[in-house]
Nanobody, 122 residues
Framework: VQLQASGGGLVQAGGSLRLSCAAS????????MGWFRQVPGKEREFAAA????????NYADSVKGRFAISRDNAKNTVYLQMNNLKPEDTAVYYC????????????????WGQGTLVTVSS
């Protein structure tokens, strides 16, 4: 599976962005998809994940209520809608894929996109 993240940019605090992650291959619908983020010099952080069918989602406490993950298996794409953005959301956001069940540990994901930068100004 090859993943291509897009949609990052510069936004003011309180604004919104929608990230997209397009996947290649015919088996996208069999993968759990996750979004992670990383600030340079800091550890990678779990943000959200969605089950292969889309019926189950998980969110880190830091984004719960503000971010929404969704997927369109017909388009081989997963999305991260980010609302009420805060300066502390500034990071490079990565999408990732793994089989079977949702995990919060990035080391348990097999495929990664290249990352897209989100910058939130105060």
């Amino acid at each position: 599976v090859q993943l291509q993240a897009s949609g990052g940019g510069l936004v003011q605090a309180g604004g919104s962005l929608r990230l997209s992650c397009a996947a290649s291959g015919r088996t996208f619908s069999s993968y759990v998809m996750g979004w992670f983020r990383q600030v340079p010099g800091k550890e990678r952080e779990f943000a959200a994940a969605i089950s292969s069918s889309g019926s189950s989602t998980n969110y880190a406490d830091s984004v719960k209520g503000r971010f929404a993950i969704s997927r369109d298996n017909a388009k081989n794409t997963v999305y991260l809608q980010m609302n009420n953005l805060k300066p502390e959301d500034t990071a490079v956001y990565y999408c990732a894929a793994r089989r079977y069940t949702i995990r919060w540990n990035g080391d348990e994901y097999d495929y990664w996109g290249q990352g897209t930068l989100v910058t939130v100004s105060s």
